[in-house]
């Protein structure tokens, strides 16, 4: 029988378990799309890499950090998707799920909820 996750932890561990390659490339593609969305709340049209990494540090919501921990998951998502990097641990995979998810939540609310 199917088993279904229920919640993130759930969802990561079984596709991380299952492919760790293709949880990279899933959480990969979920955090580009956080990326296109946070440009798009600015109403601005997103970039390429260096232009992303720039604006991304220049946010003095996210700053230099987050834009770094996003080039690391880049150039990881590139190489699992474009290069033989042979086996990678559902360990890897799950670390992988849990930076992007991070992140996607830093790209979502980068302003204050409130204003003061």
């Given amino acids: 029988m199917a088993r279904y996750a229920t919640s993130f932890e759930e969802y990561v561990d079984i596709i991380a378990t299952e492919s760790p390659h293709a949880a990279v490339m899933d959480w990969g593609r979920r955090l580009n799309l956080a990326i296109d969305h946070y440009f ?20 003095p919501k996210l700053g230099p950090d987050v834009a770094a921990k996003l ?14 990097v042979g086996p990678l ?16 939540g830093a790209l979502a609310f980068p302003w204050p909820l409130s204003k003061q």
């Avoid at 799950?94 to 996607?104: N, P």
């Fill in 40 to 59: 798009k709340g600015f109403g601005e049209r997103r970039g390429k890499a260096k232009e992303v990494d720039r604006r991304i540090a220049s946010d």
């Fill in 71 to 84: 080039r690391e998951l880049r150039l990881k998502r590139n190489a699992v998707t474009h290069e033989d």
């Fill in 89 to 104: 641990s559902r360990e890897e995979a799950i670390r992988y799920a849990e930076d992007a998810f991070q992140l996607m």
